[in-house]
């Protein structure tokens, strides 16, 4: 049996079909995944994202120790601000992605995925250890449960919930205050592509909380929503999937992460990035649409004459918004324009692909 989040008993209360994600019994769906997709994209759902791992950093050296860590350069990070970020080894490959918020002057919260949270935090103090850094790091992932409300309605609901001047919370900003009367770290962001909140709390007030926002969502139709359209919402929007999509053995010059790579600073794994930047990249990650099935993560990529295989689907779906298979894969760098042509092996049948440009669904 995995591990449980506060809300396990709410989820079997409401049919939750049960899975284990990351090393969590956590709800793959509740009615049909279209109908929580739609829900998200249309009006508002609520997602139990409690299985994540959240690490604190406070210190006079908190910024210099992060500045070794992740690869994004977050000097001059406005109070309130989140950044997305990856953290590598030596060699430049992906030991997760991760976002980190400023909450004070020397102090961050830091979010990061929960299937390689204990490797994360050991990476943390492995690092505070080589630059003796004057920080006081804690793992707070069992002291944290966390709400995520996504959607257009996202906004009006929430607002139900706390006195915080919502409105002035601009995207990818948080703020720490009372939501539902609870201590909380509430920012505007989320892993859907609409607008929305993600709520960070007391695991042990989480049913207060959860009774708060489901009361709230009434007026709303507010939906439950699973694992299962939490990963089809997110790859519309080309938002990468730890074990995916990313791992030890990419770089996040590969794929959509480059952009996050500061080579003006120091990091883990800088002199390895430098070195692939100069010697080329042996793959990189593509958009593609396919016709004739749905090709899923670990299916086989080919040339155009069937003979000789080229990568790898990392992620694969039908989308229900755009009502096309789309998926991300790993390919030579010489397909990486859009429009190029490959076929895809599912099953015992080569179908016909072409890659196209990322992300897939953005909100008007």
Same mark, same amino acid.
């Given at each position: ?22 090393? &969590? ?21 609520? /997602? ?69 949270? =204990?490797?994360?935090? !050991? &990476? ?41 001047? *919502?409105? !002035? ?44 926002? &489901? ?8 939906? =439950? ?9 997110? *790859? ?58 749905? !090709? ?31 998926? *991300? ?7 990486? !324009? ?11 049948? /080569? ?14």
């Amino acid at each position: 049996m995995g591990l449980k989040t506060p809300f396990f008993e709410q989820h079997k209360a409401l049919n939750g079909v049960m899975v284990e994600f990351g090393g &969590w019994e956590l709800p793959v769906y509740y009615s049909t995944l279209m109908d929580e997709h739609n829900a998200v994209r249309n009006n508002v759902g609520l /997602f139990d994202v409690s299985h994540m791992g959240e690490f604190m950093m406070e210190g006079p050296d908190a910024e210099a120790l992060i500045q070794r860590i992740v690869t994004r350069d977050i000097a001059g990070q406005k109070l309130g601000q989140m950044k997305i970020t990856v953290m590598c080894n030596e060699q430049g490959g992906i030991i997760d992605d991760l976002t980190v918020y400023r909450l004070g002057e020397q102090k961050y919260f830091f979010v990061v995925n929960a299937g390689t949270m =204990p490797k994360d935090f !050991a &990476w943390f103090e492995k690092q505070k250890k080589e630059m003796n850094a004057k920080v006081k790091l804690e793992n707070i992932s069992m002291q944290t449960a966390k709400l995520d409300v996504q959607g257009p309605n996202a906004n009006a609901l929430t607002k139900k919930l706390t006195d915080i001047d *919502l409105d !002035a919370i601009k995207f990818y900003h948080g703020t720490e205050g009372k939501v539902a009367g609870l201590d909380s770290i509430i920012s505007r962001s989320g892993y859907t592509g609409e607008d929305g909140f993600e709520v960070y709390f007391p695991w042990n007030r989480a049913q207060e909380m959860w009774n708060a926002a &489901w009361q709230a969502g009434k007026e709303f139709s507010l939906k =439950p929503c699973g694992l299962g359209c939490r990963d089809t919402l997110r *790859l519309e929007c080309a938002f990468m999937l730890y074990g995916n999509d990313i791992d030890e053995a990419h770089t996040p010059l590969q794929n959509v992460y480059s952009k996050f790579v500061s080579f003006n600073k120091g990091f883990v794994g800088k002199e390895a990035l430098l070195a692939q930047k100069e010697n080329g990249l042996a793959e990189v990650l593509v958009g593609f649409e396919v016709s004739g099935g749905i !090709a899923r993560h670990g299916y086989e990529v080919y040339g155009k004459d069937e003979k000789e295989k080229i990568g790898v689907v990392t992620s694969g779906t039908l989308s229900p918004t755009l009502k096309k298979n789309i998926g *991300l894969a790993y390919v030579p760098e010489e397909f990486a !324009a859009e429009g190029s042509e490959f076929k895809i092996k599912v099953r015992d049948r /080569f179908l016909p692909a072409k890659t196209v440009k990322i992300p897939f669904y953005k909100k008007s």
